[in-house]
């Protein structure tokens, strides 16, 4: 079946550490999402890809990078620059943007 | 800018009680609406959608219908059961790139 799987389900960073969260889907959709998802809160734009080897940044990308370098893979590398990354963070794709989105099951990180 | 505002929970109802969940939405050209759900620890899941001004979108029971004229997008169910429990997200999207989400609505259902 197709889908989005995204790992690992738990993460734990230390301080100072870049950690790097994967998300591949094999729905050969174009463009592909990351957004971040805090308690009792809605989720915000990290960065967007439309077409491999290119990207946008989001609402909240300071402290993140990401990559496109296949169609079917979008990984999201929180760096040590992000002050606080604890957070569930969720991978989308969608075909075009009025066919909605389909997403993986999340990340969820933490700072120890 | 552009903003989805969902009516705010969290929302308690008893077994079969009858579900309105809000939704407006201001946005420029001619958005695509849905509603996704969100269960514990869990990714979103589509809900529903609609791409036209008076389509009805509809799933499990779920039902919301595309008001132009008012900019709403109300999620809507007549008979709520335990297994409703969960995050309901309303979300717009305009040809653009990306979405704009609702800060989303826990809803309750007690046996």
């Known amino acids: 079946d197709g889908g989005i799987t995204q790992s690992p389900k738990y993460l734990f960073r230390k301080e100072g550490q870049n950690v790097t969260l994967s998300c591949e889907q094999n729905?050969?959709?174009?463009?592909m999402y990351w957004y971040r998802q805090d308690p009792g809160q809605g989720l915000r734009l990290i960065y967007y890809?439309?077409?491999?080897?290119?990207?946008q940044k989001g609402d909240i990308a300071e402290g993140y990078s990401v990559s496109r370098e296949k169609k079917e893979s979008f990984p999201l590398t929180v760096t040590s620059a992000q002050k606080n990354p604890t957070a569930f963070y969720l991978c989308?794709?969608?075909?075009?943007?009025?066919?909605?989105?389909?997403f993986g099951s999340g990340t969820r990180l933490t700072v120890v | 800018g552009d903003s989805v505002t969902q009516m705010e929970g969290p929302v308690t109802l008893s077994e079969e009680a009858f579900l309105t969940i809000n939704c407006t939405y201001t946005?420029?050209?001619?958005?695509?609406l849905f509603w996704y759900v969100q269960y514990p620890g869990e990714g979103l899941q589509l809900l529903l959608k609609?791409?036209?001004?008076?389509d009805k979108g509809s799933n499990k029971g779920f039902e919301a219908t595309y008001r132009k004229e008012t900019t709403s997008f109300h999620l809507e169910k007549g008979s709520v059961q335990v297994s409703d429990s969960a995050v309901y997200f309303c979300?717009?999207?305009?040809?653009?790139?990306?979405?704009?989400f609702g800060d989303g609505t826990t809803l309750t259902v007690k046996p």
């Open positions: 979300v717009y999207n305009t040809n653009a790139g990306k979405s704009t």
């Open positions: 729905l050969n959709h174009d463009a």
């Open positions: 946005a420029t050209g001619y958005p695509s």
């Open positions: 890809s439309q077409i491999v080897n290119d990207f």
């Open positions: 989308a794709s969608s075909i075009a943007d009025l066919y909605g989105y389909t």
């Open positions: 609609a791409t036209k001004a008076d």
